[in-house]
């Protein structure tokens, strides 16, 4: 059975659109636990554009299960996790304009300064994972440097229009799982993932986890989170 983190960074959002207090991403993460989150996902960015520094801290207190921290390959957001302890960091390319995370980590090209980062939070006891395209050379680099685990970034596959395509994206990250599994490296996956599109990679059985957040969120605004949660957890199990 796989696992299922929800990335409650839209609440927070939200919260920030209005400068006040509401909706409350601690309450969120109590809700998603509650409903059968296996971990709550936060990405606290450079600019603090949602997640703040308070709600990593509070979010410490009140989570039972994991809590992963998204977070760019930065010394500076490195000393903060190592003060607050999340249970996973992962290390994702960061941008201020962007959206939302548009690519993986370019490990190979970067390896010198992300492996600078992976042993300064292996030095505090926290394990890393690193959020890649579903490319061989990156997922050998992320093996090299001593990641602990592997996100695959599911956004092409999310995002395809064809079924070719979407095919060829299946066959990327499977092939990249495989050899992460057979290299001793955990597997998870994440990104453009919602209630149509992530049941496939079910049939990846090296993929033990799945970080959502959007959809969860999206879906959370008719039903409720309680029930998105649940709706989401019941199709990667």
Do not use: W
């Not at 993460?29 to 997640?51: K, M, N, T, W």
């Not at 410490?60 to 903060?80: G, P, Q, S, Y």
């Amino acid at each position: 059975m796989a696992r299922l983190g929800v990335n409650i960074d839209h609440v927070a959002t939200l919260r920030q659109a209005r400068g006040g207090q509401d909706p409350d991403p601690l309450a969120a993460a109590v809700s998603a636990e509650q409903a059968g989150a296996d971990g709550i996902v936060i990405h606290l960015r450079e600019d603090r554009r949602h997640i703040q520094d308070r709600d990593f801290t509070l979010l410490r207190e009140i989570v039972h299960v994991k809590l992963n921290l998204e977070m760019a390959a930065d010394e500076t957001i490195a000393k903060i996790a190592l003060q607050v302890k999340p249970d996973m960091a992962t290390l994702v390319p960061e941008r201020r304009k962007e959206l939302t995370t548009e690519g993986g980590l370019a490990v190979v090209e970067q390896r010198d300064h992300i492996k600078t980062i992976v042993q300064l939070l292996h030095d505090g006891g926290i394990p890393v994972s690193l959020f890649i395209d579903p490319d061989l050379a990156q997922m050998r680099a992320a093996h090299k440097i001593q990641a602990d685990y592997i996100e695959l970034h599911t956004g092409r596959y999310a995002n395809t229009m064809r079924l070719k395509e979407e095919q060829d994206e299946f066959e990327a990250l499977s092939q990249c799982a495989k050899l992460a599994y057979k290299l001793g490296l955990g597997v998870s996956a994440g990104h453009g993932l919602h209630y149509r599109n992530t049941q496939r990679l079910r049939q990846i059985p090296e993929i033990v986890e799945y970080n959502i957040g959007h959809s969860i969120i999206a879906r959370a605004v008719f039903v409720g989170l309680e029930r998105a949660v649940k709706e989401m957890k019941a199709l990667v199990a």
